[in-house]
């Protein structure tokens, strides 16, 4: 069954290339058509396109449907094209005419808008979630290891001294810029594109403010043209979003591999976090870092897949749009994966509060020595000759009790503020 068929015979090879794999797809958003088919209909009836008895018989057999959804019993079968049509053909078995009815006023493409930008915006306020919940996992870190000191690096060498305190929190403060781009797809998604039909609109008096607030919009797509157009940009806002989350957890991810490494042995997890070796009996591999990694990388190249999918298309419904949910939906999934590991492991983080004995970290704290002389009146210049004179003559003495005390320094985290930050997104 087809929501355009005519009755009239397609070939079986157009029907597999141009269904290709949307009816596994389509499962993820079916209960988000259910929302909008009832929206849609309570609308019909407000405006007398369909009768009391038909609302009636409508609300009870989507309700089932809604059911089997939430149980996992719901299956699109290869006769539909879509979640649409199933649904549809469902409705009409059960309650007949009404069922045929529920069409009216709509298009498929308005179903996969409406459908898409409620499955974006829900999916959307979970990512955010799950960022603020790990962000403030990281805040608690922090303020566990404030004290406890580690090496910082430029160039992959060794540079000045950071902290626990410091690296926690870093990410904690980065992924409050990644919430930032989260709220800007939220805007644009938490639109009602419903009543844009074919993208042109209707001439039946539909009443498209009844559905934004049956539906929970915000607001409204108000220009059918600009509703269609949102196809596409929508799932680009998000995956911008996705992506934006993802280069701050592949980095923090980087981090972890590396100092767990025992070349670094700066941090640990515990045994049954990490993977071995079939031939090497001591290997305990970050294997869940390394996977957050690797998937995070993947979900960085996606704003681009979209762009490409939809950036020479004119205004107007395209078959092309088809394939963006190849690319967003299982994005997402992985993402949320991404997400929910990283705040299950790095709760089990061990740090290793002994790292600076190692005496090749004794020159963190060369520029700490220099700025100790330039305080005691000695110029900036002078001090830096003196300091790489020392080191190259085997001289150099750290002094490892100074103190960091500006706005965001190993002794002044701010993480007071950084929660406020949090708080506020």
């Not at 369909?50 to 089932?64: F, K, P």
């Not at 938490?190 to 539906?215: C, M, V």
Request: hydrophobic share 40%.
């Amino acid at each position: 069954m087809k929501l355009w068929d005519k009755g009239l015979p397609t070939d079986q090879k157009i029907d597999m290339f141009t269904v290709g794999n949307d009816r596994q797809l389509d499962l993820v958003i079916a209960k988000y058509d259910i929302q909008a088919t009832l929206a849609h209909a309570k609308m019909l009836h407000q405006i007398e396109l369909l009768s009391d008895h038909d609302i009636s018989a409508i609300e009870t057999e989507l309700d089932v449907l809604a059911n089997h959804i939430e149980e996992g019993t719901f299956v699109i079968e290869d006769q539909f094209e879509d979640v649409h049509s199933k649904i549809e053909f469902e409705l009409t078995k059960k309650i007949g005419d009404a069922g045929k009815r529920i069409h009216t006023a709509r298009s498929r493409n308005d179903q996969v808008l409406v459908a898409m930008h409620l499955y974006l915006k829900e999916e959307l306020l979970g990512i955010k979630s799950q960022v603020k919940e790990l962000s403030e996992n990281l805040l608690n870190s922090a303020e566990k290891y404030k004290e406890v000191l580690l090496p910082g690096y430029t160039h992959f060498q060794i540079a000045m001294p950071s902290s626990f305190g410091l690296w926690f929190s870093a990410y904690a403060e980065s992924f409050v810029d990644d919430v930032y781009f989260v709220n800007a797809a939220l805007k644009v998604v938490d639109q009602n594109p419903l009543g844009s039909a074919a993208g042109y609109g209707s001439s039946f008096p539909i009443d498209r403010e009844f559905t934004t607030k049956e539906l929970g919009f915000e607001s409204l797509k108000y220009n059918v043209v600009a509703a269609q157009m949102s196809r596409g940009k929508s799932e680009k806002s998000t995956a911008f979003a996705m992506s934006s989350i993802a280069g701050t957890l592949s980095k923090l991810a980087m981090d972890v591999c590396l100092y767990m490494s025992q070349n670094f042995d700066f941090m640990g997890i515990p045994s049954e976090l990490t993977t071995g070796s079939s031939i090497m009996p001591h290997k305990k591999n970050p294997d869940v870092f390394e996977l957050i990694r690797g998937k995070c990388n993947k979900i960085q190249a996606l704003p681009y897949e979209l762009s490409l999918l939809t950036n020479n298309l004119p205004s107007g419904y395209h078959r092309d749009l088809q394939l963006l949910k190849e690319g967003i939906v299982p994005a997402i999934q992985d993402l949320k994966a991404c997400l929910e590991m990283a705040i299950y492991a790095l709760k089990s983080v061990r740090v290793n509060e002994a790292i600076l004995d190692d005496s090749k970290y004794d020159y963190l704290f060369s520029v700490d020595t220099l700025n100790e002389l330039v305080m005691k009146g000695m110029s900036f210049r002078d001090a830096y000759v003196k300091i790489g004179i020392d080191i190259e003559n085997g001289n150099y003495k750290p002094e490892k009790n100074t103190k960091h005390s500006h706005i965001g320094s190993i002794n002044n985290l701010c993480l007071d503020k950084i929660k406020e930050k949090l708080n506020s997104v």
